[in-house]
């Protein structure tokens, strides 16, 4: 039973939400002991906590940028209040590095370029040792055939990490970049196919020959500089032919397969034959009234040939729904979920009790809750919910997707999530969010309560979002941050390019508890409520006719005569982070690279003709 997650009734239909003080307060003053002599000591010099100004200033400076060929350059500009000693860069695709050129005005050669998105980093420090940072998302699309590419599989990567494939002259056993072994020719990245669950690599430029290709996710953690222990999977040598190009894919260690044809007719079957590391694919199609408990670490359940249906029908694991998922590291891909109900009225699709939990193109509908739980960090991409939810119980309501206090970090991307009912579209008690790049809304005819809660405050970012409250929606509130106090303790929002749509005619889209660190820049404000205002709230479009291209039929793109277009300013870092939006929601559950031209646009969409 989850009463424990299911605290209070801020998700119902009629909200009273009174926004307390700020959390914390001031502790107690300290002070030295003062010196014997007559006259005091002199105070000692402050030490320098001042982090060095960086900016990028070639070859763009909005943040991203679109390189044509396979090497980008780059310059820029480093200040400090003392010096700046240091200026490198890294780019986190191939994991290639080094110092640049200059300090105050500071230049970087040919950085080589990966196939995909490269984020290059550049650091600057100063002899105290502060640093600041600034990165260039930059992208890149080969011509014509790779030598060589190919497949790695999902199982294999760590979506938190980098991953990389590694090629070497010869037959040989690999070591890392600056190891005391043999040395790669190249590296590339394995990167996420658009709007799949799928990830590839490949290398465009090699000789004819026989070469050892080997798969490592922990790139991240290879040092140029240092001989680092990092681990390789799924070594293999390959032959080049003098003309076009071959595959190799990394597959997994052991596959269950799942299915009416196969041994293992439904995935519950899997359960007890399932060991930690095991890749289960599951057969499309409807398993009606299969549920299952899965223990065992790094898990991945996929559904092949299409989703998987798991249609709860009646039946439940534990009390808890369809799947409750207790194991370490589990990936749920290309699976649907449908009809889960319990008696305490928390029945989810996914019931995630165990940490690090990954969830990828599925679908959650018509369950009392979506996913609910969570702990240690918790990816949910490309996925749609709808339908789920309720306010029955008075002890509380249930949600789309509800993420539990025990989760360290939130992470929601390119997903759908709507027509909640009467709960929340997403909530989450995660003590840090990142919620970017979706559609989340009541539409029509939606009763939902708030879009996003983040009740219990946290470090969040709001990027790139379509956010809608609609005409039937139980509560005036958009977003509510901080509504039940600040158990995270970590207050700091930053809200940066979305647009956001207020059909219900009042309320407010953003209420934000007292004493929060706020930046909320570059966001479209349309419909009535109330509009943050003060200390980091900057270059916002407030405007009942925005220009969008159709607002009724939910189509926030911009239109040309969009007073949004070109009005933007720079939305910077905050926390470390960049809150430049480097994608863009693509209906439905889907997304696509954000175009960066000129000035950029205000709100979710960079206008495209």
């Given at each position: 039973?989850?009463?424990?997650?299911?605290?209070?009734?801020?998700?119902?239909?009629?909200?009273?939400?009174?926004?307390?003080?700020?959390?914390?307060?001031?502790?107690?003053?300290?002070?030295?002991?003062?010196?014997?002599?007559?006259a005091?000591?002199?105070?000692?010099?402050?030490?320098?906590?001042?982090?060095?100004?960086?900016?990028?200033?070639?070859?763009?400076?909005?943040?991203?940028?679109?390189?044509?060929?396979?090497?980008?350059?780059?310059?820029?500009?480093?200040?400090?209040n003392?010096?700046?000693?240091?200026?490198?860069?890294?780019?986190?695709?191939?994991?290639?590095?080094?110092?640049?050129?200059g300090?105050?005005?500071?230049?970087?050669?040919?950085?080589?370029?990966?196939?995909?998105?490269?984020?290059?980093?550049?650091?600057?420090?100063?002899?105290?040792g502060?640093?600041?940072?600034?990165?260039?998302?930059?992208?890149?699309?080969?011509?014509?055939?790779?030598?060589?590419?190919?497949?790695?599989?999902?199982?294999?990567?760590?979506?938190?990490?980098?991953?990389?494939?590694?090629?070497?002259?010869?037959?040989?056993?690999?070591?890392?970049?600056?190891?005391?072994?043999?040395?790669?020719?190249?590296t590339a990245?394995?990167?996420q196919d658009?709007?799949?669950?799928?990830?590839?690599?490949?290398?465009?430029?090699?000789?004819?020959?026989?070469?050892?290709?080997?798969?490592?996710?922990?790139?991240?953690?290879?040092?140029?500089?240092?001989?680092?222990a990092i681990?390789?999977?799924?070594?293999?040598t390959?032959?080049?032919?003098?003309?076009?190009?071959?595959?190799?894919?990394?597959?997994?260690?052991?596959?269950?397969?799942?299915?009416?044809?196969?041994?293992?007719?439904?995935?519950?079957?899997?359960v007890?034959t399932?060991?930690?590391?095991?890749?289960?694919e599951?057969?499309?199609?409807?398993?009606?009234?299969?549920?299952a408990?899965w223990?065992?670490n790094?898990?991945?359940?996929?559904?092949?040939?299409?989703?998987?249906?798991?249609?709860?029908?009646?039946?439940?694991?534990?009390?808890?729904?369809?799947?409750?998922?207790?194991?370490?590291?589990?990936?749920?891909?290309?699976?649907?979920?449908?009809?889960?109900?319990?008696?305490?009225?928390?029945?989810?699709?996914?019931?995630?009790d165990?940490?690090?939990?990954?969830?990828?193109?599925?679908?959650?509908?018509?369950?009392?809750?979506?996913?609910?739980?969570?702990?240690g960090?918790?990816?949910?991409?490309?996925?749609?919910?709808?339908?789920?939810?309720n306010?029955?119980d008075?002890?509380?309501?249930?949600?789309?997707?509800?993420?539990?206090?025990?989760?360290?970090?939130?992470?929601?991307?390119?997903?759908?999530?709507?027509?909640?009912?009467?709960?929340?579209?997403?909530?989450?008690?995660?003590?840090?969010?990142?919620?970017?790049?979706?559609?989340?809304?009541?539409?029509?005819?939606?009763?939902?309560?708030?879009?996003?809660?983040?009740?219990?405050?946290?470090?969040?970012?709001?990027?790139?979002?379509?956010?809608?409250?609609?005409?039937?929606?139980?509560?005036?509130?958009?977003?509510?941050?901080?509504?039940?106090?600040?158990?995270?303790?970590?207050q700091?929002?930053?809200?940066?390019?979305?647009?956001?749509?207020?059909?219900?005619?009042?309320?407010?889209?953003?209420?934000?508890?007292?004493?929060?660190?706020?930046?909320?820049?570059?966001?479209?404000?349309?419909?009535?409520?109330?509009?943050?205002?003060?200390?980091?709230?900057?270059?916002?479009?407030v405007?009942?006719a925005?220009?969008?291209?159709?607002?009724?039929?939910?189509?926030?793109?911009?239109?040309?005569?969009?007073?949004?277009?070109?009005?933007?300013?720079?939305?910077?870092?905050?926390?470390?982070?960049?809150?430049?939006?480097?994608?863009?929601?693509?209906?439905?559950?889907?997304?696509?690279?954000?175009?960066?031209?000129?000035?950029?646009?205000?709100?979710?969409?960079?206008?495209?003709?």
């Open positions: 039973m989850l009463r424990t997650l299911r605290v209070a009734r801020s998700g119902c239909p009629i909200v009273v939400m009174l926004l307390l003080a700020a959390c914390g307060g001031g502790g107690p003053t300290s002070s030295g002991i003062g010196s014997p002599a007559p005091p000591a002199p105070s000692p010099t402050a030490a320098d906590t001042t982090p060095p100004a960086l900016a990028i200033t070639a070859p763009s400076s909005s943040g991203t940028y679109t390189a044509s060929g396979a090497t980008v350059p780059l310059a820029g500009t480093a200040s400090d003392v010096g700046v000693v240091r200026v490198s860069w890294r780019n986190a695709a191939t994991g290639a590095g080094g110092d640049a050129s300090s105050s005005n500071w230049s970087v050669g040919n950085v080589t370029l990966a196939s995909g998105v490269n984020t290059i980093t550049i650091t600057a420090r100063d002899a105290a502060n640093a600041g940072d600034a990165t260039l998302a930059v992208s890149y699309s080969p011509s014509g055939p790779a030598r060589l590419s190919g497949r790695a599989d999902s199982s294999l990567i760590n979506r938190s990490g980098v991953n990389a494939v590694y090629i070497y002259n010869g037959s040989v056993t690999p070591d890392d970049l600056g190891g005391g072994g043999a040395q790669p020719l190249a990245p394995v990167t658009n709007g799949a669950c799928t990830f590839g690599y490949r290398f465009d430029t090699l000789a004819a020959g026989t070469y050892t290709v080997a798969f490592t996710n922990q790139a991240a953690n290879d040092n140029p500089a240092t001989d680092d681990t390789f999977t799924g070594t293999a390959v032959t080049i032919p003098a003309t076009g190009g071959i595959a190799n894919n990394f597959l997994p260690v052991r596959i269950l397969q799942v299915g009416p044809t196969r041994a293992l007719t439904k995935p519950s079957a899997a007890a399932a060991r930690d590391g095991d890749v289960i599951i057969d499309t199609g409807v398993y009606d009234g299969d549920v408990s223990s065992a790094n898990l991945t359940l996929r559904g092949v040939g299409g989703r998987a249906h798991m249609r709860a029908n009646g039946a439940d694991a534990q009390g808890k729904g369809t799947w409750v998922i207790s194991g370490n590291n589990t990936t749920v891909e290309n699976i649907e979920f449908s009809g889960a109900a319990v008696p305490d009225l928390n029945g989810a699709g996914i019931r995630a165990g940490p690090n939990l990954t969830i990828c193109n599925s679908s959650f509908h018509d369950n009392q809750e979506g996913i609910l739980g969570g702990a960090e918790v990816l949910i991409e490309y996925s749609e919910f709808s339908h789920n939810g306010c029955i008075p002890s509380g309501c249930a949600h789309n997707i509800y993420i539990a206090s025990g989760t360290n970090k939130f992470t929601l991307r390119y997903s759908y999530s709507h027509h909640a009912h009467e709960g929340h579209n997403v909530k989450s008690r995660a003590k840090a969010n990142f919620i970017l790049y979706n559609r989340i809304m009541d539409e029509a005819d939606g009763d939902a309560s708030y879009e996003i809660d983040l009740p219990d405050c946290g470090r969040s970012f709001i990027i790139g979002n379509l956010i809608q409250k609609g005409p039937s929606a139980g509560n005036s509130t958009l977003v509510p941050y901080g509504a039940e106090g600040c158990a995270n303790g970590d700091q929002l930053y809200v940066a390019n979305n647009t956001f749509v207020n059909d219900r005619g009042s309320g407010s889209f953003l209420s934000i508890r007292s004493g929060t660190t706020v930046k909320i820049v570059n966001n479209i404000f349309s419909g009535g409520g109330s509009v943050p205002s003060g200390a980091g709230v900057a270059t916002n479009l405007s009942n925005p220009g969008l291209v159709d607002i009724v039929n939910f189509d926030y793109r911009l239109t040309a005569a969009s007073a949004a277009r070109d009005a933007g300013t720079d939305p910077g870092s905050a926390a470390g982070v960049s809150l430049v939006p480097t994608s863009q929601y693509v209906h439905p559950a889907g997304r696509q690279d954000r175009p960066s031209v000129g000035q950029i646009d205000i709100g979710a969409y960079e206008f495209s003709p």
